[in-house]
């Protein structure tokens, strides 16, 4: 799929402890046209999303919740942020909403919609502006 020059710049990190998740994602996100980063654990990923647009966050990361992590990155940075997990109870879906998340992804899940809705969440965001704008 042929995305607009403005997505080609846009940069996702995928947090999941899981290779072969991050594998899967990288491929149907670059194939897209994101430029793509990785990591297995919370250190690893607060050491990137610096230069994130976008963040996949599993909740069960081997050194901490993906939670907690995901509050942090509300208090200090405007990325957006899809958690994809198995947790896929009720209450663990209003939880993470609740907590910030822009999206909420049970796995197993299918990469194409996981694409679509990293796209739809930047469009939206591309179409509301600069963050305090």
Known sequence: MNLPDSA??????VV????HIRRVLRGYLESDGFAVDEAG???????LVGDADLVLLDV???????????????SA????????????????????LEA???????KPFSP????????????RAREAGPVGA
């Open 8 to 13: 080609v710049r846009r940069r996702v990190l």
């Open 16 to 19: 999941d402890d899981e290779p």
């Open 41 to 47: 654990t919370s250190a690893q990923a607060r050491d």
């Open 60 to 74: 069960g990361l081997p050194d901490g919740n993906g939670l907690d992590l995901l509050r942090d990155l509300r």
């Open 77 to 96: 940075s405007p990325v957006y942020v899809i958690l994809v997990t198995a947790r896929a109870e009720e209450v663990d879906r209003l939880i993470g």
């Open 100 to 106: 910030g998340a822009d999206d909420y992804v049970v």
């Open 112 to 123: 194409r919609e996981v694409t679509a809705r990293v796209r739809a969440v930047l469009r």
